[in-house]
């Protein structure tokens, strides 16, 4: 079965400065690999997915993570911080072919914290 | 933002008494959710649908029934609620795996 690894559950990093968040993955192939992201009371927002082609993707709000097949990783990465970026943060992965199934299964998340 | 609302957004309820919960959709996709999210654990599969009347059981089934008789609606029943359903429960939807699922809102429900 697949499951998702997120080894930080709490991360703080001051405002301006890079993030990386930390995404591992167990599956027998190339999986689907998606990020998402929590503000506090909402849904759960779609940022960036991946299922083939270039490893590096681009999401929404400047956020891009990079797929390493080598690694089972696919991390979470932002140059520059802001204030509004403090949120949990989910990185799940779906399966491929199948069948009558289409399911995500995410991670226990990381919650990202600002500090100005 | 896709079109998906839930109701209600907010429910308090007494142990032992049924409760449904609904997701309503009009993007008019295949599949359809049900997650709960609790502290420490990210978001459970509840169940699942993949077309009218057509569902499936997740990690976390037991205590909880669904049915789907339109495309459009996906209804989450617990028979008799108990304190440990006491969670934010999430509905989401998708066309196929590739492209993601979509949430709504969630509905915050607890049990006393």
């Known amino acids: 079965a697949q499951s998702v690894t997120q080894p930080d559950i709490h991360i703080t990093v001051s405002e301006g400065a890079s993030l990386e968040l930390r995404c591992n993955y167990s599956?027998?192939?190339?999986?689907?690999l998606f990020w998402y992201v929590q503000s506090p009371g909402q849904g759960l927002q779609l940022l960036l997915k991946?299922?083939?082609?270039?490893?590096l993707v681009q999401g929404i709000k400047g956020f891009e993570a990079e797929f390493k097949r080598s690694q089972s990783s696919f991390n979470l990465r932002k140059p520059s911080v802001h204030w509004s970026d403090a949120a949990e943060y989910f990185c799940?992965?779906?399966?491929?072919?199948?069948?009558?199934?289409?399911?995500?299964?995410f991670g226990t998340g990381t919650r990202l914290q600002v500090t100005l | 933002d896709a079109g998906i609302t839930q109701s209600p957004r907010h429910k308090v309820t007494e142990t032992g008494t049924p409760v449904t919960l609904r997701c309503h959709q009009t993007?008019?996709?295949?599949?359809m959710y049900w997650y709960r999210q609790d502290p420490g654990h990210g978001l459970r599969l509840i169940h699942y649908?993949?077309?009218?009347?057509?569902?499936d059981k997740g990690e976390v089934s037991d205590g909880y029934s669904v049915s789907r008789s339109k495309t459009e609606d996906f209804l989450l029943t617990l028979e008799s609620a108990t304190s440990s359903q006491t969670s934010v429960y999430f509905c989401?939807?998708?066309?196929?795996?590739?492209?993601?699922?979509?949430f709504g809102p969630g509905t915050r429900l607890t049990v006393t």
């Open positions: 989401a939807i998708s066309e196929w795996t590739g492209i993601g699922q979509y």
């Open positions: 599956y027998g192939a190339t999986p689907y």
């Open positions: 991946y299922f083939s082609g270039d490893t």
């Open positions: 799940a992965v779906g399966e491929v072919n199948t069948g009558t199934a289409s399911k995500l299964t």
């Open positions: 993007e008019n996709h295949r599949y």
């Open positions: 649908s993949y077309g009218v009347k057509d569902t």
